[in-house]
Structures are given as C-alpha cells and as structure tokens.
C-alpha cells in the first residue's frame, strides 16, 4: 500500500480558488496512475479527476474547465488546481493511487469548504 497525505483543503469564497497536494510515500511514484475523488455529507464518493503515468489528464463532466490535476514524478506528489468553486463542492477531498489498474491506497481527506 502507498501512503498518501493530503493537504491545502481550507475555506474559500464562492468563486474562490485553492490548491490541493497530495505527497506519496511510493518507491517508484510515476508508476502510479494517480486520481482525486470527493465525498460530500451524505453522499457517494465521486471521481473527480484522474492523471495517468504519461501524464494524459482526465476530469469529471462537472469540473471540466475549472480544475486542473498535475503531477511532480521528483516530489511523488499531485496537485489539484481548482477554480471558480461552487457553493455546492465543498467535500472532503481524497487522492488515490492505483497501480496496474488496482487500487494501492487512499489518503485520509483534506476539507474544502465554500461559503462566503
């Protein structure tokens, strides 16, 4: 299992911005496809973006445009970029890795909170 730790979650505006990371402890991280998902109080957990080991990028309909996920193969880190956040996101954010197409790890969730 990889260990993930997440951080930068906070408090934003509507139309706000943050910056998510999320550091992994894997020996050979780029091997990695790596993804973030969201949980909101009282609902599923959902896919939100995900980036691959070629660094092809992958986004949900519903963040298309306003997020942008990146990773830094040298730190083992990802990045979650997201702009312009709705009232309706905050979530708790988890990264996630998986390693030939199975699940390696998730990490514990960092808050993301909009409210003006």
């Known amino acids: 299992q990889v260990q993930l730790r997440e951080s930068g979650g906070g408090l934003v505006q509507p139309g706000g911005s943050l910056r998510l990371s999320c550091a992994a402890s894997a020996m050979i991280f780029s091997s990695y496809t790596m993804a973030w998902y969201r949980q909101a109080p009282g609902k599923e957990r959902e896919w939100v973006a995900g980036i691959y080991t070629s660094g092809l990028t992958k986004y949900a309909d519903f963040v298309q445009g306003r997020f942008t996920i990146s990773r830094d193969n040298a730190k083992k880190t990802i990045y979650l970029q997201m702009n312009g956040l709705e009232p309706e996101e905050p979530a708790l954010y988890y990264c996630?890795?998986?390693?030939?197409?199975?699940?390696?790890?998730w990490g514990q969730g960092t808050q993301v909170t909009v409210s003006s």
């Open positions: 996630n890795a998986k390693l030939s197409g199975h699940n390696a790890g």
